[in-house]
């Protein structure tokens, strides 16, 4: 119970999708002082996470986006196009968000851009981190990306946190 407790404090980070770059991610974030979670909709890709990484099992995954915390960070990684841009445009509807990121290209970030602006929510697009981790390297193994943007969220975050201290 004091555990949890401890962990409502601390900075939270949603990572969506326990592929293989989400999983890295995981792992990567998992000894830094936040509060993670990896949610899919398939439960067996949940197996064998880091102990300090809460594992969720969510038919819709878009649907936690509600239930996080002020501030949190939303990475989006999931096995499918479609469910990243409904959980990133959730994430993108608080604006509390402290940091939205998706993985991916700059073709997937002008489809998104383009599915924003039929929504009338084009500025969201300019909230979006896309790809995660910067545009440095184009290495696509998922231990670098994840290195990469766990860099990113916990500068974020922690950055975040630091300035509300008094």
Do not use: N, W
């Not at 990567?28 to 398939?42: G, H, K, N, Q, Y």
């Not at 790809?131 to 969220?153: F, H, N, Q, S, T």
């Amino acid at each position: 119970k004091e555990a949890e407790h401890a962990r409502e404090t601390l900075p939270a980070v949603l990572i969506f999708g326990a592929g293989h770059a989400g999983r890295a991610l995981a792992a990567a974030l998992a000894p830094l002082p936040l509060a993670v979670t990896l949610i899919d909709s398939r439960p067996e890709t949940l197996a064998d996470i880091p102990e300090a990484v809460r594992c969720v099992a969510a038919a819709m995954p878009e649907a936690v986006v509600d239930d996080a915390p002020p501030h949190a960070a939303y990475v989006v990684m999931t096995h499918d196009h479609s469910l990243d841009f409904l959980v990133a445009a959730a994430a993108l509807a608080r604006p509390d968000a402290a940091y939205v990121g998706m993985i991916g290209s700059a073709t997937k970030r002008e489809r998104f851009r383009r599915h924003l602006a039929e929504e009338c929510r084009e500025s969201d697009a300019a909230r979006l981190t896309l790809p995660i981790g910067g545009a440095a390297l184009r290495d696509k193994r998922p231990e670098v990306i994840a290195a990469l943007a766990a860099a990113e969220i916990a500068t974020c975050l922690l950055k975040h946190q630091e300035e509300s201290l008094p």
